[in-house]
């Protein structure tokens, strides 16, 4: 019957007796740098090969450490290209939904009745809205607001005294960011006052 060390009882292989270390043999691991037998020196060649040794593991611990941040770098990369372009891609989907978004508000702003087919489109408007915004699209404020260039694309200039200068009088087109990015500037009315 074989017991738990896979050795069956009452016998000793040959195998078993070749590799059985006596009481009195010296365990064949390398010592550390400040470790000391007791009585026994070390010898002059195995000296110099135990440093040679430190060495070399030094050299292979410095490269392993210097493989593992190259791979966290490049893992970092990586994910970071991914997210790139998953922006990308969104930024262009919903680029191909703004003219749509223009047609829905010229329809909600051409028929004035309300009537129960306007209150159905302006529903479906909002909820595009909100479907849009909840991956980060929103409105580029434009009316009241003092010209951007970074934001607002002018289209005219108008002289007025009824406003102050360079304030957005109105907006012809919305614009649109994505997240922090602009997908579309605002296409507005731009007053020009001399007095202010």
Do not use: C, W
């Not at 070749?18 to 007791?38: F, I, M, Q, V, Y």
């Not at 009537?115 to 580029?140: C, M, T, W």
């Not at 607002?152 to 007025?160: L, S």
């Amino acid at each position: 019957m074989s017991g738990t060390n896979g050795k069956s009882e009452g016998k000793t292989s040959p195998l078993d007796l070749e590799h059985e270390l006596t009481a009195g043999e010296d365990s064949p691991l390398p010592r550390s740098a400040g470790e000391k037998d007791a009585g026994v020196g070390i010898e002059p060649g195995r000296d110099e090969e135990l440093s040679k040794l430190r060495v070399e593991r030094d050299a292979l611990l410095d490269r392993l450490a210097r493989l593992q941040a190259d791979f966290e770098n490049a893992r970092k990369r990586a994910a970071k290209e991914q997210q790139d372009f998953r922006d990308f891609a969104l930024a262009d989907a919903i680029r191909t939904l703004l003219p749509i978004l223009d047609s829905f508000e010229r329809a909600l702003q051409s028929d004035a009745q309300k009537s129960e087919f306007h209150n159905g489109v302006e529903l479906i408007y909002k909820q595009l809205l909100d479907a849009l915004a909840k991956l980060g699209l929103r409105p580029v404020p434009a009316r009241g607001e003092i010209f951007d260039p970074h934001i607002h694309q002018a289209i005219e200039m108008v002289d007025t005294a009824e406003a102050e200068d360079q304030q957005v009088l109105d907006e012809l087109q919305t614009g649109y960011k994505l997240k922090d990015r602009l997908l579309r500037p605002s296409m507005v009315r731009v007053a020009r006052n001399s007095q202010s």
